[in-house]
């Protein structure tokens, strides 16, 4: 490549590096999408609540925000709530069942059962992308249901 060239390359990455930015999180969402190959499950649709749906009262310094998730079998309602750079969230699965749920942090997965009503919850979780598994009961769900990932 001769020194024009390359010059005129340079230019081009700097311009769409200033215009279209990679995006913070797409290795992340690459690497989720490649592991999501080699499960055999079933992806949930997303479904954003209006503000302050199913949220209960929360102080001045917390905020909260509901989603909902939808699969042929099964459907996950979180609610998410901050306080400083943790956070909160309460799940609520239906048809309620008592079923294992995960939650996949960058780092790390935790791990919590729903009770038969369906309720499940995980706390003091750092702001970042996630996404749900919830496992398969021999009666419950035919295969593992995932969430996209999101932001908490």
């Given at each position: 490549?001769?020194?024009?060239?390359?010059?005129?390359?340079?230019?081009?990455?700097?311009?769409?590096?200033?215009l279209d930015p990679i995006p913070g999180d797409l290795a992340e969402r690459v690497l989720f999408r490649l592991a999501l190959e080699d499960l055999d499950v079933e992806v949930m649709a997303l479904q954003r609540m209006p503000a302050g749906a199913g949220a209960r009262g929360t102080g001045a310094a917390e905020r909260a925000s509901t989603i909902s998730?939808?699969?042929s079998e099964l459907t996950v309602m979180v609610t998410v709530s901050a306080d400083g750079r943790h956070r909160r969230l309460d799940g609520?699965?239906?048809?309620?069942?008592?079923?294992?749920?995960?939650?996949?942090?960058?780092?790390?997965?935790?791990?919590?059962?729903?009770?038969?009503?369906?309720r499940f919850a995980f706390g003091?979780?750092?702001?970042?992308?996630?996404?749900?598994?919830?496992?398969?009961?021999?009666?419950?769900?035919?295969?593992?249901v995932i969430t996209p990932a999101f932001t908490l």
């Open positions: 490549m001769t020194p024009a060239e390359q010059l005129l390359m340079d230019r081009l990455r700097g311009m769409w590096q200033r998730f939808t699969s609520w699965l239906t048809p309620a069942a008592a079923l294992r749920v995960q939650l996949h942090t960058r780092d790390v997965v935790h791990e919590a059962d729903a009770d038969d009503d369906g003091r979780i750092p702001e970042g992308l996630v996404h749900l598994v919830v496992e398969p009961a021999a009666t419950r769900l035919g295969r593992p």
